[in-house]
């Protein structure tokens, strides 16, 4: 009985062990194939964030070269680029694209399209996907210069002698840095201002520099909605950068009449001790910093103003190739190309929503274009506005603030209309339209829980994205009522 229950003990004790090993092999080896599976799909996104960038220099490589066999090439890439963003879009975002693609592809199929021509389609905004991809290299080589360091280190150094008004410096360093550094800027500035000032109210700040960085949305050449409207109405900048500029200041008066009444209901004011930063290594000159801005930004006017390509085309460009210039002739261009080679192994990653967008609301909008849909769509809203140009121009504002609300991307607002209304039919100037999409991009992405600066924002202020546009609701519901009318003045004059 003794020898049969140990036997049995054994026994049990035997299989114990051989379970256990078992499933710490099965264990092991799913945790073996989950790395390498996560590996693969690691290289994978770096393969393909290659390709982005790959398809942008083709595709400026094309514009100086016409070769349709590029076009092609190129198109193909983006095609690659949006069947991959499919398997990383949430079911919403995957499902407006699929629509997106299905919409553009009955249109070719209605016009009897060839299968070239649609493909052709996928390669159709490439010119702002380049735009988007390329502005951002301008906000690396001024890290790796140590230039946005040294703005820092200033901050800190004048900010004592000159007292604190950080919402007034802010508005300001984001309002003029946007211009360049794009969304960057918002978490930039955020970052500064918290490091070097006390006495703030974070929420508040956060809303600021979100209301900040919108200035720029109406005028600034290195942003992809002034760069759209440009390509969809065959514009020069200096066409309606003017009239942009001046809305912009119009906007920042508005701001600061509606500064006193952003009220959040628990924002304590935050009052801390600030240091200055004594590191050697830390330039306080801002003399590179401002020589490197005003070169590229005096090189895009120029070279807009000389040459007939167009503005967006130029700013590509310059972004590629002053900022190397300028760390090799500074001597730091081992840095900046290792930190410009990680951004682009890690750009499809960061930027697939985008690149779905993009490339799908490209495709829609040749389709479209294609089609008669504009003469039609045109006769609608117009009646629907009673004949009149100024309600036209606010439901155009209204129905692209709409859509963005239920996440439909300003890109795809702006190419659907810009591609299906038709700026004689209305009695307005193609000049005149691209204002009023950009004043309808600039409004609608203040509310929008999708857009780029509310998602940014919420992140910076850490909270949900329907606080801010709780807070911005009256806010943008009288700025469109006033850069309308604004608009539709300068068009009563003669202007535009």
């Known amino acids: 009985m003794g020898r049969s229950f140990d036997f049995s003990l054994d026994l049990i004790i035997f299989l114990y062990s051989s379970l256990t090993e078992t499933l710490k092999y099965k264990i092991n080896s799913s ?37 349709d066999l590029l076009r092609l090439i190129y198109s193909g890439i983006a095609f690659i680029l949006l069947v991959s963003t499919l398997f990383f879009l949430t079911s919403v975002n995957r499902l407006i694209v699929l629509a997106l693609i299905g919409t553009g592809i009955i249109c070719f199929y209605i016009e009897q399209t060839s299968i070239l021509t649609a493909l052709s389609g996928f390669g159709e905004n490439i010119n702002l996907l380049s735009l988007f991809l390329l502005i951002p290299i301008i906000g690396t080589f001024m890290s790796t210069a140590g230039y946005l360091s040294a703005l820092k280190h200033t901050v800190q150094s004048n900010q004592h002698k000159s007292g604190q008004h950080p919402y007034r410096f802010s508005f300001i360093l984001t309002g003029s840095i946007s211009i360049l550094l794009n969304f960057g800027s918002m978490a930039i500035v955020k970052r500064i201002i918290t490091e070097s000032f006390s006495g703030y109210q974070k929420k508040k700040l956060t809303l600021t520099i979100m209301r900040a960085f919108a200035t720029s949305m109406l005028w600034s050449p290195y942003f ?9 109405f065959d514009l020069s900048w200096f066409d309606i950068g003017g009239f942009g500029f001046m809305l912009g200041i119009i906007y920042i008066v508005y701001c600061a009449i509606m500064f006193r009444f952003i009220s959040f209901s628990d924002d304590p004011r935050i009052e801390q001790e600030t240091e200055i930063e004594t590191d050697k290594q830390v330039s306080s000159s801002l003399l590179p910093f401002f020589t490197f801005s005003t070169v590229l930004i005096s090189l895009s006017f120029i070279l807009d103003y000389l040459l007939a390509v167009k503005m967006l085309t130029i700013v590509s460009l310059l972004a590629i190739v002053l900022p190397f210039l300028w760390a090799f002739f500074t001597r730091i261009f081992k840095t900046f ?41 045109s006769t609608v809203l117009f009646q629907a506005s009673f004949d009149s140009v100024f309600l036209l121009s606010l439901l155009l504002i209204i129905v692209a603030t709409v859509l963005a609300q239920i996440g439909i991307h300003p890109v795809i607002i702006v190419i659907g209309i810009g591609n299906a209304l038709s700026p004689d039919k209305f009695g307005v100037s193609p000049e005149y339209l691209a204002l009023v999409l950009l004043v309808a991009w600039t409004v609608s992405t203040q509310i929008s829980p999708f857009s780029g600066q509310v998602l940014m924002a919420s992140r910076l202020m850490e909270q949900p994205t329907k606080i801010i546009v709780k807070q911005n609701f009256v806010f943008i519901s009288i700025l469109a009522i006033i850069l309308t009318s604004v608009l539709y003045g300068f068009n009563l004059l003669g202007w535009i």
């Not at 690691?42 to 942008?56: D, I």
């Open 31 to 67: 945790t073996i194939r989950s790395k390498e599976m996560t590996i693969t799909l690691q290289k994978l996104t770096k393969l393909l964030g290659v390709l982005c960038y790959l398809t942008s220099i083709l595709y400026l490589i094309e514009l100086f070269m016409p070769s």
């Open 224 to 232: 992809v909605n002034v760069g759209l409207v440009l390509v969809l």
């Open 337 to 377: 190309f290792q930190d410009v080679t990680e951004q682009v192994l890690h750009s499809f990653d960061l930027l697939k929503n985008e690149l779905a967008v993009f490339i799908s609301a490209g495709f829609l909008g040749m389709a479209m274009a294609s089609t008669d849909i504009g003469i039609f769509l």
